[in-house]
């Protein structure tokens, strides 16, 4: 791990998509525990399921707020759409809307938690908000050959911000 990790950080617009995938719920405990690994797992696997899936190298994991007590959080593990007529059974589908995000890439040799505490200071000391429609909280890109029990995953992180910066 890296001692002085730095993330390069950048703004990113992403047009509206639909996704199909797998759902998991629960606590952050149950997350650090491989509660979403095995989701992501899962969908690699069922991946042939999906109808009109789109840019199947990437795996999209989407994080919700899930509950008032801040304890948990619902997490999609899914692929892009270009269509949704019919959802293979368990799975569920999702649109997420255009959005602005904060992104930055998460390398193997670096901490997970110091990326996320990159990004979100570098969102503060740009003078951009949070945005979390619809509970939306972070949206995490993978490639979908990666194993999800890897010690040390590669990913691209996404926060979604407003940019609006009146009064700066």
Known sequence: MTINQRNEAKIMSKEAFQAVGLKWEGTFAEAGAGGIRAIHRMLQERLPEIPYAIHTDTLLGLS??????????????????????????????????????AACEHSRQHSIEQSYNNIY??????????????HLTHF?????????????????????????????
């Open 140 to 168: 995490e890109k993978y490639p979908m050959s990666q194993d999800p029990y890897a010690d040390n995953p590669e990913f691209i992180i996404m926060i979604p911000v407003q940019t609006d910066q009146a009064g700066k």
């Open 64 to 101: 919700y707020h899930a509950f008032p007590d801040g304890e948990g959080f619902i997490h999609y593990g899914v692929v892009g759409v270009e269509r949704i007529e019919e959802i293979p059974a368990g799975m569920v589908s999702l649109s997420v809307p255009a959005l602005t995000y």
């Open 121 to 134: 200071s570098w969102i503060h000391e740009q003078g951009y908000t949070e945005y979390n429609p619809d």
